[in-house]
């Protein structure tokens, strides 16, 4: 009983949720990435919206499809030494290519977050919303944007702001979400509101 | 004690990206790991394809061919069927039952009507013939020992290569750190 215990207390402090993002403020990648973190966040905790997870599964199944292919021309290589593996060798060769084609050509959209509001009536189909966002390398200036497509007329409207970095991050790269999370609220808003109004 | 060792890794901070990682973004991260392997992989399968030899690139590690070649430097081969083999021409070759290729020149041919051949080779650095490396009561090599022929080379590059297979610990050490840095890291 303590032992479990003891591991589920040892899990709980490995999740840090609530702890303030801290990262290197001169890594961009990682800039980046906890700014969409905590956009996602604010969109799914505050606004209670469903994740999607469809184009981040078809991205996965993309990748391990592609790991399978060389497995198994690792593995058939290795049963039937090299000349006769050759056909397998060239098919297992060009699609692989392919397929790290396709994955990039979806990178290209970089969206990274579909949810979906679920209609509290149950009657008219989802309102999906739509993040995605771009951060050029060495530049301080990062875009977010909101796009909303109505369930039932399946129109799409989008907001997007770009700001310095240096507005969300403090000088220890401490990202200050008091700061951060009216900006996305703000982007949030701006679209439901139209929506109302019509 | 291993639950001290966890929770004072814990409180370092590279670990942070991975901690707040949901089961998709772990399971990323180890994809991301196994596409490195795998374009690796295939671009050596794919270079096996193109030149139709089963080796490539090999490194030169002896300096029995000194002064065409020196240990480390770096060979690219491709096995074409319709390349002659000739005497006075490098070729490299696997003894039947030994894993290392080996980079020598070809001496003596003895070519039969229907193509089939028996060739001897020497290194231009050795003083005898390679007859001495055969298998026991072997005293030709035939087309199927041939990985293949030189077609280009950078020198000493290979020395990385040699100092890896020398040094075990510094490899798996090198390929550790690097595999960590992949799975922590994200994109």
């Not at chain 1, 290795?78 to 060009?94: G, N, T």
């Not at chain 1, 509001?117 to 008219?124: Q, Y």
């Not at chain 2, 298998?135 to 280009?152: S, T």
Request: charged share 25%; aromatic share 10%.
């Amino acid at each position: 009983m303590a032992a479990k215990s003891g591991r589920n207390g040892l899990l709980d402090k490995w999740k840090i949720d609530d702890k303030p993002v801290k990262i290197d403020k001169w890594d961009g990648s990682a800039v980046k990435n906890s700014l969409d973190d905590s956009a996602k966040k604010v969109l799914l905790e505050k606004y209670k919206y469903v994740e999607n997870f469809r184009l981040i599964d078809g991205r996965l199944i993309i990748c391990t499809i592609s790991c399978l292919f060389a497995i198994v021309a690792l593995i058939w290589d290795y049963l039937h030494p090299f000349p006769e593996s050759k056909p397998v060798l060239a098919f297992c060769v060009v699609s692989y290519p392919l397929q790290i084609l396709s994955q990039l050509y979806q990178k290209e959209k970089s969206i990274f977050l579909v949810a979906h509001r679920k209609d509290p009536a149950g009657m008219d189909p989802d309102d999906i919303w739509q993040l995605s966002s771009s951060l050029k390398r060495f530049d301080d200036k990062y875009t977010l944007k909101l796009t909303f497509i109505s369930g039932k007329t399946k129109q799409q409207r989008e907001a997007e702001f770009t700001k310095s970095i240096a507005k969300f991050f403090d000088n220890n790269g401490t990202l200050v979400m008091e700061a951060y999370e009216p900006e996305v609220s703000k982007l949030h808003d701006s679209l439901a509101l139209e929506r109302k109004t019509k | 004690a291993v639950r001290a060792a966890v929770a004072a890794m814990l409180s370092l901070d590279f670990l942070d990206d991975v901690r707040r990682m949901n089961k998709r973004q772990l399971y990323y991260q180890v994809l991301n790991f196994g596409m490195i392997v795998s374009s690796a992989l295939m671009i050596w399968k794919g270079l096996m394809v193109v030149t139709g030899s089963e080796s490539p690139i090999v490194v030169v590690l002896s300096g029995s061919m000194e002064p065409a070649f020196h240990r480390g430097d770096l060979l690219f081969l491709t096995n074409r069927i319709e390349d002659p083999i000739r005497v006075g021409e490098i070729v490299v070759f696997r003894i039947e039952g030994r894993e290392i290729p080996i980079v020598h020149r070809v001496l003596k041919i003895h070519e039969k009507q229907n193509g089939d051949i028996k060739f001897l080779t020497k290194g231009d650095n050795n003083a005898v013939d390679d007859r001495g490396l055969y298998k026991q009561g072997q005293h030709w090599l035939e087309k199927k020992d041939v990985v293949g022929r030189a077609r280009g080379f950078v020198p000493y590059i290979g020395i990385v290569t040699i100092l890896m297979n020398d040094y075990p610990k510094f490899k798996y050490a090198v390929l550790f750190l690097l595999g960590l840095f992949v799975l922590v890291h994200r994109e």
